[in-house]
């Protein structure tokens, strides 16, 4: 019995490879074999093209204990995923009955016309463990070869998570042996950057063994993934605790979440919580802000509405923005930021609001240089406004807008 199963996951089509399609199945794939202790060395994406789709395959196959193979088993010639491994293995290959009358009986049940080629869904490899297709029309197979484990699954996602979850992950369970899982955690941070929250967390993550500290940095933030190993998911989720403890007690004011939480989602929490309703006003954000606090499941009771004042008479007609603040202080100014929040919770009738304007480029705008942003909260009479400087293209510079007036919002909320 294989203990330490090196797997690879190999896709075919050149959908993937343009662009068209994610490869989602990889990364469900991974997740899932995640839980059974599989380490997943290598996803691979091969186009619909022979020689190649060969060449994955052979590379596979020195490399790997467990091969899965999505995609390239329907009907057409461009599906070349039978032909490769036959190719390379010299098996022959047989009609699958009952997958041939599963195909059958459908194009009858559709009272359509069944072309020759769909008879080429339903070759399987002789001496294959066959898996019949319930949610379409080629089965998966499981293949042993020359002391590797081959498995071929259809591309469609509702297909290959069917036949993945009832007959390839009992499958693994044998291979491993024993329920041994990898558990992972993904820790949120605002606030600092990824340079500071390694240096500050150095000799944690020097000394890791299990689990793995992994700090990552993305659009919405930094994140430090956590995995452990281990013979049962209460011992990995230990492991994970106490190490997550040793983190947060270094840089815990950052931390804002784990997993699927999200910063506008603990927004509108505090909001509840706090039993504030809020407003918004955008000029530069132009309702990004909006569309992005106003996604969250349950956002109703506690988010009243929100202006997108882009032009100069719009502050001032809309939002009773004074001709003397927009003439003497500016359009981007901090005078007319906190105008905003100020006036739109006023208009709105609630306690909070939050008010965006600066300059997203192509070109500066009142002697302000394109990246300048001024983002204000109003709340009850207690007010906050920051200046900021951001780098990058136009939609760059809004979407970083709009990710530290959250992170404001939410610090603002949170103290």
Known sequence: MIKQVKAEIVAVGTELLLGQIANTNAQWLSQQLANYGINVYNHVVVGDNLTRVEESFYQAQQRSDLIIVTGGLGPTDD???????????QLSMIEHQPSMEKITAYFAKQQATMTPNNRKQARVFEGAEVWLNNAGMAPGMCVSFQNRTWIFLPGVPREMKALATEHLFPLVQQLVGKNEIIKSKVLKFIGIGESKLEHELKDIIQAQTNPTIAPLAQDDGIVIRLTAKSE???QASQLIEHTEDQIINRVGSYFYGSDQDTLEGKVIDLLIKKQKKLAVAESITGGLFTGKISSVSGVSS???????SYA??????VLDI???????KGTISEACALAMAKN???KLGVPVGIGFTGVAGPDEVEG????TVYIAIYDDGKEQVEKWMFQGDRNTIRNRAVLKGMELLYKWLKS
């Open 232 to 234: 049962s998911d209460l």
């Open 368 to 371: 302000q240089p394109v990246g």
């Open 312 to 317: 100069a008479h719009v502050k001032q007609h």
């Open 322 to 328: 004074s001709e003397e603040t927009l003439t003497d």
């Open 79 to 89: 599906d070349l995923t039978r032909e490769a491994f036959q190719n390379i293995s």
């Open 344 to 346: 739109v919770a006023a």
């Open 302 to 308: 506690v988010f009243e509405g929100g202006i997108v």
